[in-house]
Every structure is written in structure tokens, then in C-alpha cells.
């Protein structure tokens, strides 16, 4: 019971700040209109019940025109069942589309804003495949949301509605067994109740393994996925080196862990699917096996008999409303877990308690970039490096230089807010905008355009300051596929994806900039002399790069060589060319 109500908790955490949105009166008007529907569907349904007592006293009465008159009223009744079922489908189906819409986008921008993608990981490592949560669990959470709900409210309206029915039928219906009368007031409703209850608990005991084995298998099912896409992003890589068999394998081992956990949910699966079946099938006979011996005796019509056989099974279906719903209430539980890990998750990658996460970003008012008593730590706390401090006015240029795993990728996280761990303040201008180019350079899906407006929308950007940075950097070639769609990281050469990167420098114009694997941007004279040459039309720019050596120097005003301690790391001037 305490697990039923947490769900239903974090069900209404989750669900909630749709109907407070901006679209909430379309929300809820859909909503109303759901509900409307199924009150009109159990109207219908007790509209049938009451024909289908007086149709089969005339048919017991061979009475051919009110024969006639219950079949004309009857194809009224269809006709209304077949309006009605097709708006809820409507109305439903919209409702689903518009909540869906808002709560992935709201998650899109959660997950997409300040770096959380990147922060959550330390947040909570053990949470997988966020970009699968976010595009195939929120769905199966409201489409099962929706057909649970739904069905819910037209249970307890029909439940309501011919409950009232039977236990009025239950006074004038007696129950002679072995010569005894032993009815009571309501006492087909208790039946209904008792019949349906231990189904339930049956169902219950049945099915109790298939919360966690669905929760399991849409964890199998996203990480086949995701392994199967991730080839396709490093398809280069992987036939440059012949990695095929690796690949194969991990994709193999993934599926095999996918068909272990769906044999076992199969295993549980066929065995309620086989009591339900059972379960059903009897429920067509038993209510009448219940009114039978009344109507053997005479006590009443025919038409009382299939009345009250078809109230008492409503009675009993929506008792038994959990009972054939199961299944599909395990699959709405293991998506339910699944959102709301990633909602924790999300709300806690913006205030990570960890243990050596103390390094802090300071905005400030000044337009410097300071970096005071910064000591970088793995996750674990091992040492990565200690950085000298430093102030770095607008115009000024560093070098961060050192082999690899002295911590300037990760310095450079750090300055970004993406790396807690460690200790010191980095201090950064208040609202200004600053822009890396990482290591590995980066391309959405999109036009070139897009690409080359990164990180604002192509959109904010004027053709003439993209033409501008293009020429400049020596991508002119370029400019009569600015609106072409491709995937760039592929079509472009590895320089061209480099030269990318300093254009989105020179539109983007940054108060600071970052740029990672600087060596990547100077291989070969003209290359250099392409980076010197974007520096000097960046002459308020605040510039590090990091690069493993000292080849850069006469590029910046200062070269830093961080350190494992303190007091070996160091800054020093230059004399060379500060752009």
C-alpha cells in the first residue's frame, strides 16, 4: 500500500505542472471532454441493459411490434455508441499529443540547459539512457496514463450506475437453493464483489514479478538501442579499425541480456494471461449461473434474467477492473520509475552534494576571468592538477600547456560549470558570453548554417556575419550550401570541421574563449597563421588554449604549465606575439 501511494504521489508530481501550464485550459478542456465521454459511454451502457430486458420479454412474448420498436431503438443506440466512441478517440488521442508535446519539451529543456546533460552523470551514475527516457518512456507513461485513467473513471461511473441497478434487482430476484430462499438486500452485489476479489487477488499473486521485470526489459530495449546508435555515430572509427567483431559482440551480449529478461517476462506474462482468459470465460457464464435458479422456478421473465445476468457482469468487470488491467498497470509503473528517476536526477545535477566537489564558479560584475587557489580533483578526490592563480583581463591571451592528463580539458570544464570536483573559485564575467571549441568538434543536426551559428539559433544570425567569418577563415567554398542538410561531421574534412569552430569564434564575437587541443587548429604554417590572424579580429576576446606544447608561446601573453602540486605548477610572460 505504502509503494501504491508513492506512486500516485510521484504520478501527481510529475503530472501537475502540465494542467498549471501555459496550455492548461486546452489541457483541461480536453480532459473535461475524455471524461464527458466516458459518462456518456456508461449512459449508453445502461440505455442497453434496460432494452435488453424488455427486447427479450417481447422475444419470450413472440410480441413481433414491440420486437420491431426495441430494433429501430436500438440501432439509435448504436448510432449514438458509434458518435460517441469515435469523439472520445478524438479528444483522447489530443489530449495525449499536447500533454506528450509539453512534458518532452519541458524535459528537453531541463535536461538541455546549463549542462545538465553533462552534470547529471554525477548526479546519479547508475540512471541510463536519458535521451531514451525522454523519447519512448514519457509516451508509454501517458498513453498508459491516459488508458488507465480513462478506463478508471468509466469503471467507477459503470460500477456506480449498476450497482444501483442490482441491488434494486436483488429485492424482487430470491435465490432458492435446496428448497431455501437465500437471498438478502444487495446480495447479488456482494457476489459481484467477492467473485470479483478473489480474481484480484489471484491476478495480484500471478503477476506480482512483472513491475520489475517491465522496468528491466525497457532498460534492455534502450540499451540495445543506444549500442546500435552509437555505432552509427562512430561508424568511421569503427571501419577504420576494424572493430566490427567488438562492436558485434557488445551489440550480441546486449541482446542476449534483452531476451533473458524477456523469457522471464514472457514466463510471467502467459501465466496471467492464461488466468485471465480463464477468468473471463467464466465471467460470461457465472452471473447467469447466479440469476438461473429464479428463473427455473418461474420467479421471473426472461428478459429480467438477461437484464440482471448483464448487470451483474458489469458489476463484476468493474471490480475486476485490476484484475484485466494488470499488465498494463506494469507497464505504466516500470515507465512511472523510470520518468521520475530521471525528474531526481535532473533536480539534484543542480546541487551536487558529493564528496570533493567544493571548486565553485563565481559570476562577478568585472569583465576579468580569475582563477584563485583552483585545485582539480578526480570524482574519487585523486589529485588531476593545481592551478596557479591567475586574472586575466579583456584582450589577454594564455597558454595552458602540459601532456596529456594534466588537467586542461578539464580546467576548462571546470569553467564552464561542468566539473565540481576539486577546490577554489573561478571567477567569470556576469552574462558574458563565453564559447569553447572542444577537442572533438561538435555539429547538430541541421544545415550548415546552424552548424556555423553555434551556439545561437541560425535563425539570430545574419547571413552577412556568417559569410563574413566563413571567408575569413577559408571556408568560402562553402557559402552555396549554407542551408544544405547533411551530416557535416562526416562531409567536412577534419581541417574544415577545425575551421568551423574559429567562424563560430568570429560571429559569435565571446567575451571569453576557450579553445581546447589547440594543436588540432595548427597543423601546418597557413593553419597558424589562420588562428593568429582570428585572434586579432578578436581584440577584446579573453583567449586560453590548451595545447601539449609550447609551439603556441608567441601566440599569448602568458603560458601556465599546471602541476599534481602547487607549488611545481607555473606562469610565466612571453615575449612573442600576443594578438
Not at 95 to 124: C, I, K, N, P, S
Not at 402 to 423: D, H, V
Request: glycine letters at 8%; one cysteine or more; a positive charge.
Amino acid at each position: 500500500m505504502k509503494d501504491f501511494v508513492l506512486a500516485l504521489r510521484s504520478m501527481a508530481t510529475l503530472a501537475l505542472p502540465y494542467f498549471r501550464s501555459e496550455d492548461r485550459w486546452r489541457g483541461r478542456a480536453l480532459l473535461a471532454g475524455v471524461i464527458a465521454a466516458e459518462f456518456a459511454l456508461v449512459y449508453i451502457a445502461v440505455v442497453t441493459n434496460q432494452w435488453q430486458g424488455r427486447f427479450f420479454n417481447a422475444l419470450e412474448a413472440r410480441d413481433w411490434d414491440r420486437l420491431r420498436a426495441e430494433l429501430m431503438l436500438f440501432g439509435l443506440i448504436v448510432a449514438g455508441n458509434i458518435l460517441i466512441g469515435m469523439g472520445m478517440y478524438w479528444v483522447g488521442q489530443h489530449f495525449q499529443m499536447r500533454w506528450r508535446r509539453w512534458m518532452t519539451e519541458r524535459y528537453v529543456g531541463l535536461w538541455m540547459a546549463e549542462g545538465r546533460h553533462y552534470r547529471v552523470r554525477f548526479a546519479d551514475p547508475n540512471i541510463d539512457n536519458i535521451h531514451l527516457r525522454i523519447a519512448n518512456d514519457i509516451g508509454v507513461l501517458i498513453q498508459k496514463t491516459y488508458e488507465i485513467g480513462s478506463g478508471l473513471v468509466g469503471v467507477v461511473v459503470m460500477l456506480v450506475s449498476f450497482t444501483v441497478i442490482l441491488w434494486g434487482m436483488s429485492a424482487t430476484t430470491p435465490m432458492p437453493l435446496f428448497g431455501v430462499d437465500l437471498s438478502f438486500p444487495g446480495y447479488l452485489v456482494l457476489i459481484a464483489l467477492c467473485y470479483a476479489g478473489i480474481g484480484t487477488l489471484i491476478a495480484h499473486f500471478v503477476g506480482r514479478r512483472l513491475i520489475p521485470l517491465n522496468f528491466n526489459q525497457q532498460r534492455r530495449e534502450a540499451d540495445l538501442r543506444y549500442a546500435t546508435a552509437r555505432v552509427t555515430d562512430h561508424s568511421e572509427e569503427v571501419a577504420l579499425l576494424r572493430a566490427e567483431p567488438v562492436e558485434r559482440a557488445e551489440i550480441g551480449r546486449r541482446i542476449g541480456a534483452l531476451i533473458e529478461n524477456w523469457t522471464r517476462l514472457a514466463g510471467v506474462q502467459s501465466r496471467l494471461t492464461g488466468f485471465t482468459y480463464g477468468y473471463s470465460h467464466v465471467s460470461l457464464v457465472f452471473p447467469t449461473l447466479v440469476i438461473a435458479p429464479a428463473y427455473m422456478i418461474g420467479a421471473v421473465p426472461l428478459g429480467v434474467l438477461v437484464q440482471a445476468a448483464a448487470a451483474f457482469q458489469r458489476v463484476e468487470s468493474s471490480l475486476s477492473y485490476f484484475v484485466n488491467s494488470y499488465s498494463k498497470i506494469a507497464e505504466w509503473k516500470a515507465a512511472l520509475d523510470r520518468v521520475w528517476q530521471l525528474e531526481l536526477a535532473l533536480r539534484r545535477s543542480d546541487r551536487i552534494e558529493l564528496p570533493n566537489a567544493a571548486l565553485t564558479i563565481v559570476p562577478e560584475q568585472a569583465t576579468r576571468l580569475s582563477l584563485g587557489g583552483v585545485e582539480l580533483r578526480r570524482a574519487g578526490g585523486e589529485p588531476i592538477a593545481a592551478i596557479p592563480n591567475t586574472d586575466l583581463a579583456p584582450g589577454e591571451r594564455m597558454l595552458i600547456t602540459g601532456a596529456s592528463g594534466t588537467g586542461k580539458s578539464t580546467l576548462f570544464r571546470a569553467a564552464m560549470g561542468l566539473w565540481p570536483f576539486g577546490a577554489g573559485e573561478i571567477r567569470i564575467p556576469d552574462g558574458a558570453r563565453t564559447l569553447t571549441l572542444p577537442a572533438r568538434p561538435y555539429f547538430p543536426l541541421g544545415s550548415l548554417r546552424q552548424a556555423l551559428a553555434v551556439p545561437r539559433v541560425a535563425d539570430d544570425v545574419s547571413d552577412a556575419d556568417i559569410l563574413a567569418a566563413m571567408h575569413a577563415v577559408g571556408l568560402g567554398h562553402l557559402a552555396t550550401r549554407l542551408d544544405e542538410v547533411s551530416e557535416w561531421s562526416t562531409v567536412l574534412s577534419a581541417g574544415d570541421q577545425q575551421l568551423v569552430g574559429l567562424a563560430r569564434a568570429l560571429i559569435l564575437k565571446p567575451a571569453v574563449l576557450l579553445i581546447d587541443d589547440a594543436d588540432a587548429l595548427t597543423q601546418g604554417g597557413h593553419t597558424r597563421a589562420l588562428l593568429a590572424a582570428v585572434m586579432q579580429k578578436l581584440p577584446d576576446t579573453i583567449i586560453v588554449s590548451a595545447s601539449r606544447f609550447e609551439t603556441l608561446a608567441d601566440l599569448h601573453g602568458r603560458v601556465m604549465v599546471p602541476s599534481l602540486a602547487a607549488t611545481g605548477s607555473s606562469l610565466k610572460e612571453t615575449r612573442g606575439q600576443t594578438a
